[in-house]
T-cell receptor
Framework: AQKITQTQPGMFVQEKEAVTLDCTYDTSDPSYGLFWYKQPSSGEMIFLIYQGSYDQQNATEGRYSLNFQKARKSANLVISASQLGDSAMYFCAMREVNTGFQKLVFGTGTRLLVSP | DVKVTQSSRYLVKRTGEKVFLECVQDMDHENMFWYRQDPGLGLRLIYFSYDVKMKEKGDIPEGYSVSREKKERFSLILESASTNQTSMYLC??????????????FGPGTRLTVL
């Protein structure tokens, strides 16, 4: 079974609007972390935001926020006031503490296109 | 700022060649990782290392080996390159605080083409 599922291969949004990128995850580990990365066309993966499984509040970093719904096992990324520079691939990832390793499992990504 | 560098952005090799991809990080991180990225498949872990001379297989280690002789450097080796190893290769590093929040920092990637 897929550990991380991103069901939107592509999303379009107009500049200055908000957009939500979906991510659902599957784990039986009570302790885990969820990450979002951005990959522009240049190729480098840029860390955006992190949410811990025990965090009571949704994580926020500037224009990025994470809509964390633990019971539904979803961790959607919300980008407010989209900018042209937000056009990129976005990946959701998870780390399970009890795997005993430090590895991340990634989803297949969502390509976001921001139009003027 | 964490800096992860990779030796080449683009590389073209011939089938059967031995290929070395080098990765260097400057933040004294214990953990280092090699991923390959293919369209529609996301990132898949090839190997990782949690200490010098230590390595663990990831999800797709076949056809690859790694070397970590120094803490800051992690090399990916394709012993005999094949066309199905044409891909984007990403290196990452992370500190080892031992909890779920350890963030991985990535290099710019190497786009390898095997002819």
């Amino acid at each position: 079974a897929q550990k991380i599922t991103q069901t939107q291969p592509g999303m379009f949004v107009q500049e200055k609007e908000a957009v939500t990128l979906d991510c659902t995850y599957d784990t039986s580990d009570p302790s885990y972390g969820l990450f979002w990365y951005k990959q522009p066309s240049s190729g480098e993966m840029i860390f955006l935001i992190y949410q811990g499984s025990y965090d009571q509040q949704n994580a926020t970093e500037g224009r990025y926020s994470l809509n964390f719904q633990k019971a539904r096992k979803s961790a959607n990324l919300v980008i407010s006031a989209s900018q042209l520079g937000d056009s990129a691939m976005y990946f959701c990832a998870m780390r399970e503490v009890n795997t005993g390793f430090q590895k991340l499992v990634f989803g297949t990504g969502t390509r976001l296109l921001v139009s003027p | 700022d964490v800096k992860v560098t990779q030796s080449s952005r683009y590389l073209v090799k011939r089938t059967g060649e031995k290929v070395f991809l080098e990765c260097v990080q400057d933040m004294d991180h214990e953990n280092m990782f090699w991923y390959r990225q293919d369209p529609g498949l996301g990132l898949r872990l090839i190997y990782f290392s949690y200490d010098v001379k230590m390595k663990e297989k990831g999800d797709i280690p076949e056809g690859y080996s790694v070397s970590r002789e120094k803490k800051e450097r992690f090399s990916l080796i394709l012993e005999s390159a094949s066309t199905n190893q044409t891909s984007m290769y990403l290196c990452a590093s992370s500190p080892h605080r031992g909890d779920e929040s350890d963030t991985q920092y990535f290099g710019p990637g190497t786009r390898l083409t095997v002819l």
